[in-house]
């Protein structure tokens, strides 16, 4: 059965980091794709940053340069680093997962993903 677990969230004042995981479990093989997303109340979700199992990446403008997202496969988790977090950070950040093909341009694409996890909740005060 396969497991996308998130953890890693709380509150931090403005300027603040966290670092998010996504523990993966119940996959053969790891998934090409993993993707981080977060929906704040009333929003939609929205991409974050994603990353594919060669090491290619990619960012929402509104994160570059402040977030990283990483992989560490004998782990099997997949993280977030976030860094000068803003109060419009705050948001459930929600790990993602696919095994098939997304072209570039739709990585960071939350319909382009078929396993999520729960979520975990950030929350950056100002």
């Known amino acids: 059965q396969v497991q996308l677990v998130e953890s890693g969230g709380g509150s931090v004042p403005s300027g603040g980091s966290l670092r998010l995981s996504c523990l993966v479990s119940?996959?053969?093989?790891?998934?090409?794709?993993m993707g981080w997303f977060r929906q704040a109340p009333g929003k939609e979700r929205e991409g974050v940053a994603a990353?594919?199992?060669?090491?290619?990446?990619v960012y929402a403008d509104s994160v570059k340069d402040r977030f990283t997202i990483s992989q560490d496969n004998a782990k099997n988790t997949t993280y977030l680093q976030m860094n000068s977090l803003k109060p419009e950070d705050t948001a459930m950040y929600y790990c993602?997962?696919?095994?098939?093909?997304?072209?570039?341009?739709?990585?960071?694409?939350?319909?382009?993903?078929?396993?999520w996890g729960q979520g975990t909740q950030v929350t950056v005060s100002s």
């Open positions: 990353l594919d199992r060669d090491g290619g990446v």
């Open positions: 993602a997962a696919h095994t098939r093909f997304i072209p570039r341009q739709k990585q960071l694409g939350p319909n382009e993903y078929d396993r």
């Open positions: 119940g996959y053969t093989y790891l998934p090409y794709y």
